[in-house]
């Protein structure tokens, strides 16, 4: 939490919250001034925002013993700067810098299942949530990750499993953890996956096909012809576990 500790009339003001150090688009944040120890019963608090052309909403509430409660929502991402007087006294001399973000803005994209021993890739993009520090943790943190950055407010992440199994990502944004995470990737063995039929000899221009067995996975399929030409295939969802190929080569080789 911020505090920040002060003397007015030669007394002790404290004034904290997280919201004098960052804030969420269009969610309410908040601090409180405690002036106990130097209260007057005439004093009042007021709120200036820089600039003043941003779009935001503030709330004083006064509990008339010393203590003031801020909320405010703003509608914008960006620097906010808010001066805060206590009576005609501006506490800290200076405006208080706060970072306005948006965590509904972060964008995750690519991430999809992979296998034991082969690095799974996917990618972040913050480039409309504003500035802030990102955070991605797999298994809690257990596997290590590694985050790329492309831009500013791009990133490459990625992370190689070592066992089998459902894997969960936490990814946040300014300690706050964005919309839909926690993330899940299923990581197979390729030892699973066994492929049955006519692989051996092909006849041209005569129909041929085979068979994909795994547990989980989605297989990325590529069929080269003896010459290296990309072969068009059919492919059938047997079932969850079955996926089916059909094909025809015209040219021979191997």
């Known amino acids: 939490m911020f505090i920040r500790r002060l003397n007015i009339r030669d007394q002790p003001v404290n004034i904290f919250g997280d919201g004098l150090r960052q804030a969420q688009v269009n969610v309410q944040s908040s601090f409180i001034i405690d002036a106990r120890s130097a209260y007057n019963p005439t004093d009042e608090v007021k709120i ?9 909403y503030v709330q004083v509430i006064n509990h008339h013993d010393g203590l003031w409660m801020v909320n ?67 298994q809690d943190g257990q596997v290590l990750c590694s985050a790329l950055s492309r831009s500013t407010s791009e990133f490459d992440v990625t992370f190689l499993p070592r ?45 041929a ?9 989605h297989i990325d399929i590529h069929i080269a012809s003896p010459l290296n030409h990309c072969v068009f295939y059919q492919r059938t969802q047997v079932n969850e576990k079955k996926t089916h190929i059909d094909y025809i080569l015209n040219e021979i080789g191997e």
Not at 209 to 217: A, G
Request: aromatic share 8%; net charge negative; with cysteine.
């Open 163 to 207: 066992h089998c199994g459902l894997h969960r990502i936490d990814i946040r944004f300014n300690g706050l953890t964005i919309p839909g995470s926690p993330f899940a990737c299923d990581i197979d063995e390729m030892a699973r996956v066994t492929v049955s039929n006519h692989l051996t000899n092909v006849h041209v221009a005569h129909p």
């Open 72 to 138: 405010y929502v703003s509608h914008e991402i960006g620097e906010l700067q808010i001066l805060v007087y206590l009576g005609d006294k501006l506490i800290n001399n200076n405006p208080f810098k706060i970072n306005v973000f948006d965590i509904n803005q972060i964008h995750v994209s690519n991430l999809s299942d992979g296998y034991v021993n082969h690095f799974v890739k996917f990618n972040i993009d913050t480039i409309k949530a504003g500035i802030g520090q990102l955070e991605v943790f797999v």
């Open 209 to 217: 096909s085979f068979d994909i067995c795994n547990q989980s996975q």
């Open 48 to 56: 200036i925002i820089c600039p003043p052309e941003r779009s935001t």
